[in-house]
């Protein structure tokens, strides 16, 4: 089983064979790259967990490569090898953030353990005791864009620490999904994960749901209620829409976060809880801020770390991948012998504008599969499904022809076959008006409730 992929860079052909070999000899799958250039154009069709290269190279050399990757690739670990080492060169590079900087010749035992290092911070999901959550998110969260892998990668990371998350997205960007993912990849992953989406809450049942209450607390309030920072006791609570969350209710979860204790409605004691939390918000909380909607001080203790999920739209390349996924998921709930989608209609999908991101590709994907009446969804199912009618650009002659089609035949439900009556409403002679039924193929007795020897004689 291969250990994870690494991208190694060297204009030198030998060298690079060398290292390929005894990368592959350790279990690591690679790729190579000749130039800076060429590394970039790697890491745009692959994601490797791990980049090695050289300084000195013509164009591009390692210093602005490593630049390059650290713009779209912040958590990338880079290794830096050279035969100009030099303390300038070693200074600069931990800087601009390299893992490490060895000097050719350079001791095979050391090289490897510094891959190992890389390897173990960016390791995949932890195994989990517990089978049951055993990381099925990670597995739901399929991806080839290298900004969703960023993503994804910074997410592992910060897994492993008890830092507070806050994850910033557009609605159907999977923002409880990535929560999820990062629950099952943290020390808490065998304790609870709860959900609450604070803007489906009126302010004072929101307090309640988180806080919990005493009996008699409010009207209605019939029995003690455990909030969900108790019922979340040493694992997640995943707190969604957190910028519609009012601003008295913000002091009370500020208190929460940093005294590290609730306080139930109507209670008059606190009781101690331990809970990570994980926010999202579909609003920019620093505009929320500015507008003064949102504390500062709350924002600063819910964003540790913030992880920007991309718009479908800004990750193309995975449509094609999730809409299979989609397709093989609806087919076999349903039961239905849907197995592709054609060249054509694929199209329509990575070409749409997606305002509803994964979810409404989700439910264009289920709508075709519902509706399909053959084993590869066809474009125009697709197109259907998106309301692409901008996408139905037909020639006019049939424009014209579709529309006289439905005119003749509302107008001849209106007199229920009359011919006379029909042509008279529609400002033709008879003979034009038979000749206009015969090219669309209408016969006037279909529209009659009861036939009369008048109308017949007319035909």
Not at 179 to 195: D, E, K, L
Request: proline share 5%; hydrophobic share 45%.
């Amino acid at each position: 089983m291969e250990k994870g992929r690494i991208l190694l860079v060297d204009d030198d052909a030998d060298l690079l064979r060398l290292l390929s070999l005894r990368m592959k000899t350790a279990g690591y799958a690679v790729s190579t790259a000749a130039s800076g250039n060429e590394a970039l154009s790697v890491l745009a069709m692959e994601h490797p967990s791990l980049v090695i290269t050289d300084l000195k190279m013509d164009e591009m050399d390692g210093m602005a490569l490593l630049d390059a990757i650290r713009r779209d690739y912040p958590t990338l670990p880079v290794i830096i090898l050279t035969a100009h080492g030099s303390i300038p060169d070693a200074l600069l590079a931990a800087d601009q953030g390299v893992f490490a900087f060895l000097t050719k010749p350079f001791d095979g035992k050391d090289l490897m353990a510094q891959v190992e290092r890389a390897f173990s911070l960016t390791a995949a999901v932890p195994p989990s005791s517990d089978k049951k959550g055993r990381d099925s998110s990670w597995d739901r969260i399929l991806t080839r864009s290298p900004k969703m892998q960023t993503v994804l990668d910074q997410a592992r990371l910060v897994a492993a620490s008890d830092a507070s998350v806050f994850v910033h997205g557009a609605s159907g960007t999977g923002k409880e999904l990535l929560a999820q993912a990062i629950h099952q990849a943290s020390p808490r992953r065998n304790q609870a994960f709860i959900a609450l989406n604070c803007a489906a809450f009126p302010e004072q049942l929101l307090e309640s749901e988180l806080f919990g209450h005493k009996k008699g607390a409010f009207t209605g309030a019939a029995n003690n209620h455990q909030g969900l920072f108790q019922a979340a006791d040493g694992g997640t609570l995943f707190l969604d829409e957190i910028g519609d969350m009012p601003l008295s209710l913000q002091v009370k979860l500020l208190r929460a976060l940093q005294e590290r204790v609730i306080r139930p409605v109507g209670a008059t004691e606190s009781i101690a809880v331990d809970v990570r939390i994980i926010s999202a918000s579909h609003r920019d909380l620093e505009q929320e801020m500015a507008a003064r909607r949102f504390r500062d001080d709350l924002y600063y203790r819910l964003c540790v770390v913030t992880l920007d999920l991309p718009a479908l739209a800004e990750r193309p390349e995975d449509i094609p991948l999730l809409a299979e996924f989609f397709l093989r998921d609806t087919a076999a709930k349903n039961r239905k012998d849907v197995r592709g989608i054609a060249p054509e209609a694929m199209e329509l999908l990575v070409g749409a504008p997606w305002p509803g991101n994964v979810r409404q590709l989700a439910n264009v994907i289920e709508q075709a599969v519902v509706l399909s009446t053959t084993p590869r969804i066809g474009a125009p199912l697709i197109r259907h499904a998106l309301r692409d009618r901008e996408g139905e650009v037909m020639p006019l002659a049939d424009a014209k022809g579709r529309f006289e089609m439905h005119y003749l035949i509302q107008i001849m439900r209106m007199t229920r076959g009359n011919v006379s009556q029909a042509a008279q409403l529609a400002q033709r002679n008879r003979t034009e008006f038979y000749r206009l039924l015969r090219r669309y193929h209408l016969d006037p007795a279909a529209f009659k409730e009861t036939g009369s020897e008048e109308d017949e004689a007319e035909i």
